[in-house]
C-alpha cells in the first residue's frame, strides 16, 4: 500500500510538472505569437504607382536607404488605417501629389496580410526579394527601391511608355505627374546596368520579360525630355516605329585631338547621342542654341568633329516638330548606318509617324494650349478694342468708315474773292493745325 501510494505520490508530482512546463511554453509561444502579430500590423510597403510618385518628386529618397531593411518588418507587413494615414501625411509633407482619388498602392507578401480598407490597393508579392530592395523612409513605412518599383511598373505600363519611365529614371530630369511638357532637373535614380543586374537576377517574376526587353531601348543621362524623345526614335524596335539602332551612346565624350585644337577652344566635347557604326554624332538643337554666340559655338564644334572624322546631323526643335521635315532628317540616320528600306516593315512610316506623335504628346498638348490661349487673348483684345470703338462713337463695322467725304459745291472755294486769295502760308495767330511751333 505504501508503495502503490508512493508512486501515485510520484506520479502527480508529474503530473503537475508537465503542466507547468506546458503551461510556460504555451505561454512564451502565445507571447511570440502575439509579438509577431504585432510586428505584423506595424509596417507597410509603398509600392507601384505610389512608389513612382515618390521617386519623380524626390530624387534623395533613393539615397536614404544605406543599410537592408529587416525581413520580418518588410514580409510580415500588412496596412491598416493607421499606417495609411501616416504615409498620406508624409507624402503630403514632401509635396507628393497623386492622381485624384487614386489610393495608396501597397504590398504584402502573404495574401491572409491583404486588408481591405478604404484608399489602399494592396498587391500581393509571391516572389521575395532581399532586404536591400526596400527604405525606410519612416517609422514603419517603407518603400520599394528604385528598381522593384521599376519591375513593378512593367506589371501596368504599355511597352513605349515604360521605355520612357526608364529613361526617366537613368536620365537627369524629372516629368512629375501632370502631363505638361515642364520638368526638373536631378541626378539620375539609377542606370542602365543597376537595371539589367536587378532583372537578371531574377526569374518567374510578373513583368520580368517586359521589363528586359524595354531596357534595352534605354541609354543613360539623357539631360531632358526632348533628347529622351529622339534617342528612343532611334532605340526603338522598327515594329514599333524606332530604327532599332543598338550601337548608341547618349552624353558620349570625344576628346579633342591635336588635328582639331587649333579649331576650338574647347578640350572635349560631349555627344547627343552617338551612332558607333557610323561615328555619327547626332545632335538635338533647342531654343537654347538660338543666340548668335551659340551658333558661334555650334560652328566651331561642327568644324572641329569633322577634322576628327566624325559626321554630324542636326535635329532643330523645328524638324522634330513637323512630319515631313523630321522624315528628311530620319532618312539622313538610316543612310549613314547602312539601314536599307528593304529591311523596314512595309508599315514602318505610319508607324515612325505614330511614335513620332507619341514621344512629342506632351508638346504637342502643351502647344495646342498656347495657341488656344493666344486665340482667347486676341478675341478679348477684339471685344475690348470694339467696347472702346463704341464709346468713342464710332463703329467699327461701318463700311464707310474709310471712305474720303464727296466734294460738294459748299467745300469749292472761289478764289475769285479777294479775301480768299491768300499768298502767305501762315495762319492766323501762326498756328499750323497737326505740329507744333516755337509760339505754342
Given at each position: 500500500?505504501?508503495?502503490?501510494?508512493?508512486?501515485?505520490?510520484?506520479?502527480?508530482?508529474?503530473?503537475?510538472?508537465?503542466?507547468?512546463?506546458?503551461?510556460?511554453?504555451?505561454?512564451?509561444?502565445?507571447?511570440?505569437?502575439r509579438?509577431?502579430?504585432?510586428?505584423?500590423?506595424?509596417?507597410?510597403?509603398?509600392?507601384?504607382?505610389?512608389?513612382?510618385?515618390?521617386?519623380?518628386?524626390?530624387?534623395?529618397?533613393?539615397?536614404?536607404?544605406?543599410?537592408?531593411?529587416?525581413?520580418?518588418?518588410?514580409?510580415?507587413a500588412?496596412?491598416?488605417?493607421?499606417?495609411?494615414?501616416?504615409?498620406?501625411?508624409?507624402?503630403?509633407?514632401?509635396?507628393?501629389?497623386?492622381?485624384?482619388?487614386?489610393?495608396l498602392?501597397?504590398?504584402?507578401?502573404?495574401?491572409?496580410?491583404?486588408?481591405?480598407?478604404?484608399?489602399?490597393?494592396?498587391?500581393?508579392s509571391?516572389?521575395?526579394?532581399?532586404?536591400?530592395?526596400?527604405?525606410?523612409?519612416?517609422?514603419?513605412?517603407y518603400?520599394?527601391?528604385?528598381?522593384?518599383?521599376?519591375?513593378q511598373?512593367?506589371?501596368?505600363?504599355?511597352?513605349?511608355?515604360?521605355?520612357?519611365?526608364?529613361?526617366?529614371?537613368?536620365?537627369?530630369?524629372?516629368?512629375?505627374?501632370d502631363?505638361?511638357?515642364?520638368?526638373?532637373?536631378?541626378?539620375?535614380?539609377?542606370?542602365?546596368?543597376?537595371?539589367k543586374?536587378?532583372?537578371?537576377?531574377?526569374?518567374?517574376?510578373?513583368?520580368?520579360?517586359?521589363?528586359?526587353?524595354?531596357?534595352?531601348?534605354?541609354?543613360?543621362?539623357?539631360?531632358s525630355?526632348?533628347?529622351?524623345?529622339?534617342?528612343?526614335?532611334?532605340?526603338?524596335?522598327?515594329?514599333?516605329?524606332?530604327?532599332?539602332i543598338?550601337?548608341?551612346?547618349?552624353d558620349?565624350?570625344?576628346?579633342?585631338?591635336?588635328?582639331?585644337?587649333?579649331?576650338?577652344?574647347?578640350?572635349?566635347?560631349?555627344?547627343d547621342?552617338?551612332?558607333?557604326?557610323?561615328?555619327?554624332?547626332?545632335?538635338?538643337?533647342?531654343?537654347?542654341?538660338?543666340?548668335?554666340?551659340?551658333?558661334?559655338?555650334?560652328?566651331?564644334?561642327?568644324?572641329?568633329?569633322?577634322?576628327?572624322?566624325?559626321?554630324?546631323?542636326?535635329?532643330?526643335?523645328?524638324?522634330?516638330?513637323?512630319?515631313?521635315?523630321?522624315?528628311?532628317?530620319?532618312?539622313?540616320?538610316?543612310?549613314?548606318?547602312?539601314?536599307?528600306?528593304?529591311?523596314?516593315?512595309?508599315?514602318?512610316?505610319?508607324?515612325?509617324?505614330?511614335?513620332?506623335?507619341?514621344?512629342?504628346?506632351?508638346?504637342?498638348?502643351?502647344?495646342?494650349?498656347?495657341?488656344?490661349?493666344?486665340?482667347?487673348?486676341?478675341?478679348?483684345?477684339?471685344?475690348?478694342?470694339?467696347?472702346?470703338?463704341?464709346?468713342?462713337?464710332?463703329?467699327?463695322?461701318?463700311?464707310?468708315?474709310?471712305?474720303?467725304?464727296?466734294?460738294?459745291?459748299?467745300?469749292?472755294?472761289?478764289?475769285?474773292?479777294?479775301?480768299?486769295?491768300?499768298?502767305s502760308?501762315?495762319?492766323?495767330?501762326?498756328?499750323?493745325?497737326?505740329?507744333?511751333?516755337?509760339?505754342?
Amino acid at each position: 500500500m505504501l508503495q502503490a501510494a508512493s508512486f501515485s505520490i510520484i506520479g502527480v508530482k508529474l503530473l503537475d510538472s508537465f503542466r507547468y512546463v506546458a503551461r510556460f511554453y504555451l505561454g512564451v509561444y502565445r507571447k511570440h505569437r502575439r509579438s509577431v502579430c504585432h510586428a505584423i500590423c506595424m509596417s507597410i510597403v509603398l509600392s507601384h504607382n505610389t512608389a513612382k510618385a515618390v521617386y519623380q518628386a524626390a530624387y534623395s529618397v533613393s539615397a536614404i536607404g544605406t543599410e537592408p531593411c529587416s525581413p520580418a518588418e518588410i514580409y510580415g507587413a500588412r496596412p491598416s488605417k493607421e499606417l495609411l494615414d501616416s504615409a498620406a501625411d508624409w507624402l503630403v509633407r514632401h509635396n507628393i501629389a497623386l492622381d485624384d482619388d487614386a489610393p495608396l498602392d501597397t504590398t504584402v507578401f502573404e495574401r491572409a496580410n491583404v486588408r481591405n480598407i478604404l484608399g489602399c490597393k494592396c498587391h500581393v508579392s509571391s516572389k521575395r526579394f532581399s532586404g536591400s530592395r526596400f527604405i525606410r523612409i519612416a517609422d514603419d513605412i517603407y518603400i520599394v527601391s528604385v528598381e522593384l518599383c521599376a519591375l513593378q511598373a512593367a506589371t501596368y505600363l504599355p511597352f513605349r511608355e515604360l521605355v520612357e519611365y526608364y529613361f526617366e529614371l537613368c536620365g537627369a530630369y524629372s516629368l512629375g505627374r501632370d502631363t505638361s511638357a515642364a520638368y526638373t532637373e536631378r541626378f539620375a535614380l539609377t542606370s542602365t546596368s543597376s537595371l539589367k543586374h536587378f532583372f537578371n537576377s531574377l526569374t518567374d517574376c510578373k513583368g520580368l520579360e517586359l521589363a528586359r526587353k524595354a531596357v534595352r531601348c534605354v541609354r543613360d543621362r539623357c539631360r531632358s525630355p526632348m533628347e529622351t524623345a529622339f534617342v528612343m526614335m532611334l532605340t526603338l524596335p522598327r515594329r514599333e516605329g524606332g530604327l532599332g539602332i543598338s550601337e548608341i551612346e547618349t552624353d558620349y565624350e570625344v576628346k579633342v585631338t591635336a588635328a582639331a585644337k587649333d579649331l576650338t577652344r574647347r578640350e572635349k566635347f560631349y555627344m547627343d547621342a552617338y551612332l558607333k557604326r557610323s561615328r555619327t554624332d547626332i545632335e538635338y538643337n533647342g531654343f537654347q542654341h538660338d543666340a548668335e554666340e551659340d551658333r558661334a559655338i555650334d560652328e566651331e564644334r561642327k568644324n572641329a568633329l569633322a577634322s576628327m572624322g566624325y559626321g554630324i546631323i542636326t535635329v532643330s526643335r523645328y524638324s522634330f516638330m513637323h512630319a515631313s521635315a523630321f522624315a528628311r532628317v530620319m532618312e539622313a540616320i538610316q543612310r549613314k548606318e547602312g539601314i536599307r528600306p528593304s529591311r523596314l516593315p512595309k508599315d514602318f512610316a505610319i508607324k515612325q509617324e505614330e511614335l513620332r506623335r507619341f514621344v512629342l504628346r506632351r508638346f504637342i498638348e502643351e502647344k495646342k494650349r498656347i495657341e488656344e490661349l493666344l486665340c482667347q487673348d486676341a478675341e478679348q483684345r477684339s471685344v475690348l478694342e470694339l467696347e472702346h470703338a463704341v464709346l468713342e462713337g464710332i463703329s467699327l463695322n461701318d463700311p464707310t468708315i474709310n471712305d474720303a467725304p464727296a466734294i460738294d459745291d459748299m467745300q469749292v472755294i472761289e478764289l475769285d474773292y479777294p479775301e480768299f486769295a491768300q499768298t502767305s502760308t501762315s495762319t492766323p495767330e501762326g498756328r499750323v493745325y497737326g505740329a507744333r511751333t516755337e509760339a505754342d
